[in-house]
């Protein structure tokens, strides 16, 4: 009882203990694994060769599955304690585990501006790979350990996204494992119907073995602008003003009560003032959401200039705000210096250790969820999730929302512009109870035509689910190519309500 017990008190109330002293040197040597791996595949020039061979071992377990009376549904063989979402994948149990070990970057077309990629490189390999060689991609969602198949079949944002639209907007074609087992290449004009509806469909159209991304030449540094705004209605026109100014390559806000926020614009520029320079990416820095207050704390405004791939990832040390409810001293200078470098621990090492009392705790006062709303809801969703959460900082992210087919598209014929308000940590509410004050938010979400990332618990009934999304297209291809006995529904495989 005391070895048991004293364990789960431990992992509850003290976790930065095995964090600090498990977690993050595994987490490094993790990093190290990968990093060295890359390296080797890319200097031999295997990963091309080697990509034909594993789609077809893919495409032999799709058919042995067939073979064997199609009796099981379908999943990718990828533990769910690897993947970022807190969520944890109970079908991966029940569901024909098909095995997808495909994490290479396999083409830089610099003539077509295009890199053609395997599923489960990371934003972090990614970047790493191009920057070098000058070029970007045009949305680096934040964290270094999103993969691009994560990204299309759920969705991906980054500060640039104003311009470019979400992570799927930036991609040209998708190869894919079909249920017959068959590959088949999709993109805007070869079969373009299975192009638009695989982005939001979370796996349950077929098996993402290669996808093509846009390319933009990389620039040295972002010079970017901070400006600290009080009042909700100046910190909403602020923010739809700079958001709607393409001479802005990133806009962002931290919102950090009801009244007070930081704007941020950042500019692309190979030139910069070197008493300027913040390489706010060096382990010793402090969390960069606590940097930005500090202009709100002084009532100031700044400029800055950040190297570029160091600003992509500018959130990945603290996990945007979420290390400090582990890590409480984390961002202690005497920390940053010692063990900064250690930071952050891999996501899917805490999902692995957190054990049922932790996740639990998490599901009943901790809050991880990102709403994407019409800007000129801004104002009216602020308070919205004031009263139903409470939880600060909240980050601000603007995207268009092109209108194409899909599950999620703008409600009229235009283009339209939306923002993402991403809400992560304790809500301060007294009230909070999880699935009510959920429920109410997505009811509320659903009444401005907005949607809900598919990564975070979701408390919608079936009908409420399709209601927030259109699913004509997926629906209709789910039925044309045989995938209703092949995988679940994306709504069984993602809502609360349906697993359990």
Same mark, same amino acid.
């Given at each position: 009882w005391v070895r048991h017990r004293g364990l789960e008190a431990?992992?509850?109330?003290?976790?930065?203990?095995?964090?600090?002293?498990?977690?993050?040197?595994?987490?490094?040597?993790?990093?190290?694994?990968?990093?060295?791996?890359?390296?080797?595949?890319?200097?031999?020039h295997s990963a091309p060769r080697q990509h034909a061979q594993r789609v077809r071992h893919i495409q032999a377990q799709v058919r042995e599955w067939k073979n064997e009376g199609s009796k099981r549904y379908m999943c990718t063989g990828r533990?769910?304690?690897?993947?970022?979402?807190?969520?944890?994948?109970?079908?991966?149990?029940?569901?024909?585990?098909?095995?997808?070990?495909?994490?290479?970057?396999?083409?830089?077309?610099?003539?077509?501006?295009?890199?053609?990629?395997?599923?489960?490189?990371?934003?972090?390999?990614?970047?790493?790979?191009?920057?070098?060689?000058?070029?970007?991609?045009?949305?680096?969602?934040?964290?270094?350990?999103?993969?691009?198949?994560?990204?299309?079949?759920?969705?991906?944002? #980054?500060? %640039?996204?104003?311009? !470019?639209?979400?992570?799927?907007?930036?991609? @040209?074609?998708?190869? $894919? /494992?079909? +249920?017959?087992?068959?590959?088949?290449?999709?993109?805007?004009? #070869?079969? %373009?119907?299975?192009? !638009?509806?695989?982005?939001?469909?979370?796996? @349950?159209?077929?098996? $993402? /073995?290669? +996808?093509?991304?846009?390319?933009?030449?990389?620039?040295?540094?972002?010079?970017?602008?901070?400006?600290?705004?009080?009042?909700?209605?100046?910190?909403?026109d602020k923010f739809t003003e700079e958001s709607k100014k393409k001479e802005n390559s990133f806009v962002e806000g931290l919102v950090y009560s009801l009244e007070e926020a930081v704007i941020m614009t950042g500019v692309l520029t190979d030139e910069a003032e070197q008493s300027k320079i913040n390489r706010i990416g060096n382990y010793y820095k402090p969390w960069f959401f606590k940097h930005v207050e500090k202009y709100l704390k002084a009532d100031?405004?700044?400029?800055?200039?950040?190297?570029?791939?160091?600003?992509?990832?500018?959130?990945?040390?603290?996990?945007?705000?979420?290390?400090?409810?582990?890590i409480p001293f984390g961002n202690n200078p005497v920390f940053r210096y010692l063990f900064g470098w250690m930071v952050p621990p891999k996501i899917s090492l805490l999902k692995l250790t957190q054990g049922e009392a932790i996740r639990k705790l998490y599901e009943q006062h901790h809050v991880v969820q990102d709403m994407l709303?019409?800007?000129?809801?801004?104002?009216?969703?602020?308070?919205?999730?004031?009263?139903?959460?409470?939880?600060?900082?909240?980050?601000?992210c603007p995207f268009i929302l092109p209108n194409n087919p899909g599950m999620v598209h703008p409600k009229g014929d235009e283009a339209e512009l939306y923002v993402d308000i991403g809400a992560y940590g304790e809500p301060k509410r007294k009230q909070f109870e999880a699935r009510a004050s959920m429920r109410q938010m997505e009811k509320f979400v659903r009444s401005v035509h907005g949607f809900q990332m598919l990564y975070a618990d979701c408390y919608m009934t079936r009908e409420e689910f399709w209601d927030m999304f259109d699913g004509s297209l997926y629906h209709k291809l789910r039925e044309q190519m045989n995938c209703k006995d092949a995988f679940p529904?994306?709504?069984d495989k993602i809502c609360k309500a349906a697993r359990h």
């Open positions: 431990v992992l509850v109330h003290h976790r930065w203990v095995f964090v600090c002293f498990f977690l993050m040197p595994l987490s490094i040597l993790f990093d190290v694994y990968y990093q060295l791996r890359a390296w080797a595949v890319w200097r031999l533990p769910g304690w690897l993947t970022v979402s807190l969520r944890v994948g109970k079908y991966k149990k029940t569901h024909k585990n098909i095995m997808i070990n495909l994490m290479d970057v396999l083409e830089v077309d610099s003539e077509r501006q295009v890199v053609r990629v395997e599923p489960l490189v990371t934003m972090g390999q990614l970047t790493a790979h191009l920057n070098p060689m000058g070029w970007t991609i045009p949305v680096v969602p934040e964290l270094d350990d999103l993969t691009v198949g994560g990204l299309i079949m759920g969705t991906g944002i #980054e500060s %640039s996204s104003h311009i !470019y639209g979400l992570f799927q907007h930036t991609c @040209t074609a998708y190869e $894919l /494992v079909l +249920a017959d087992g068959s590959l088949v290449r999709c993109s805007p004009t #070869e079969n %373009s119907d299975l192009f !638009y509806a695989v982005p939001w469909s979370c796996g @349950t159209l077929g098996f $993402l /073995v290669a +996808a093509e991304i846009k390319m933009i030449p990389a620039k040295k540094y972002v010079k970017i602008h901070y400006e600290p705004v009080r009042g909700l209605r100046k910190i909403c100031r405004t700044g400029i800055e200039y950040i190297p570029s791939r160091q600003y992509y990832h500018r959130h990945t040390r603290s996990i945007f705000w979420e290390l400090q409810d582990i709303v019409p800007v000129k809801t801004l104002e009216k969703s602020i308070q919205t999730f004031h009263v139903d959460l409470n939880v600060y900082p909240l980050w601000l529904e994306v709504y």
